[in-house]
């Protein structure tokens, strides 16, 4: 009896692993019809109409997941959705709720009341962008005897001389191009919401100088690569012969071959 079911057993492992094979051969055979007679014009997929639906799936899943705490009433027992913990290193800006005058008085004796304590709520704000100008202001100072010596304050390099923009704006642009891929024309819009007019090609020639001004850092970032064996990337390159999942990348400067293997 017990080698009846220790062969049943093996048999049922090999009826579920030669269904999973079918299943990968079934989802491969369909892939490769779909690229074979689907239709070339980009039509809409049922299966991407939900892409951008990312706030109502994630608001559902957070449903379905999160962990309630439990407090327990004397009749029946009440759920309790946890809160979101606020940063305490966030600056905090305290509200004044408060009685009027005339209720200071406790009704019954007459006796003015003593605060005891509060009830305290926090919020998270935020502050839109604000922009402010730094004017640069150079003494100029001269003799007033002779009046042949006149000698002007220096002023710090500037990251674009004789320009408008600071250092500080420049990171901002940058930033939203090229962490948070916000083209330049949308963040002219932003910038007119806030009354400043500010012209897309200076924004583009900003950004241009800005790329010289980081070359340093950027050489000596290819240079720190250049050291490593295995570069973990996603990038063309040439196929290595035999090795389909790796690729070489090779730097014109050192003429050194580098292994890539793109993820």
Same mark, same amino acid.
């Given at each position: 009896m017990a080698k009846l079911q220790k062969e049943n057993l093996i048999l049922r492992e090999k009826i579920a692993q030669k269904d999973s094979y079918v299943q990968i051969l079934e989802e491969r055979l369909r892939l490769m019809l779909v690229k074979t007679f689907a239709p070339?014009? /980009?039509?809409?997929s049922p299966d991407q109409r939900g892409l951008f639906n990312e706030a109502e799936? /994630?608001?559902?899943?957070?449903l379905e997941t999160e962990d309630t705490e439990t407090t327990v009433v004397?009749?029946?027992?009440?759920?309790?959705?946890?809160?979101?913990?606020?940063p305490d290193e966030l600056? +905090?800006?305290?509200?004044? %709720?408060?009685? !009027?005058? *005339?209720d200071k008085v406790c009704p019954h004796? &007459?006796? *003015? @009341?003593? #605060?005891?304590?509060?009830?305290?709520?926090?919020?998270?704000?935020?502050?839109?962008?604000?922009?402010?100008?730094?004017r640069h202001r150079r003494f100029k100072y001269d003799c007033p005897y002779c009046d042949q010596h006149i000698v002007?304050?220096?002023?710090?390099?500037?990251?674009?001389?004789?320009?408008? *923009?600071? *250092?500080? $704006?420049?990171?901002?642009?940058a930033t939203q191009k090229y962490c948070d891929a916000l083209p330049l024309y949308r963040q002219t819009d932003m910038f007119k919401?806030?009354?400043?007019? $500010?012209? +897309?090609?200076?924004?583009?020639?900003w950004m241009i100088?800005?790329?010289?001004?980081? /070359? !340093? @850092?950027? /050489?000596?970032?290819?240079? %720190?690569?250049?050291?490593?064996?295995?570069?973990? #990337?996603?990038?063309? &390159?040439?196929? @290595?012969? &035999? +090795?389909?999942h790796c690729k070489c990348w090779t730097s014109p400067e050192s003429r050194r071959k580098v292994k890539v293997i793109c993820g």
């Open positions: 070339s014009s /980009e039509k809409v799936d /994630e608001v559902a899943q957070c004397a009749s029946h027992q009440r759920s309790k959705k946890p809160r979101v913990s606020i600056t +905090r800006e305290d509200i004044i %709720h408060d009685i !009027p005058e *005339a004796d &007459g006796h *003015a @009341l003593e #605060m005891i304590g509060s009830d305290d709520h926090e919020q998270l704000d935020i502050i839109p962008a604000q922009i402010n100008v730094l002007t304050a220096s002023k710090p390099n500037q990251a674009i001389e004789k320009s408008i *923009a600071n *250092a500080g $704006l420049l990171a901002f642009v919401r806030i009354s400043i007019e $500010l012209n +897309r090609t200076n924004l583009a020639n100088k800005v790329g010289k001004l980081v /070359e !340093p @850092l950027l /050489e000596y970032y290819i240079a %720190h690569l250049q050291q490593q064996h295995v570069l973990h #990337m996603d990038d063309l &390159g040439t196929p @290595l012969r &035999g +090795r389909p």
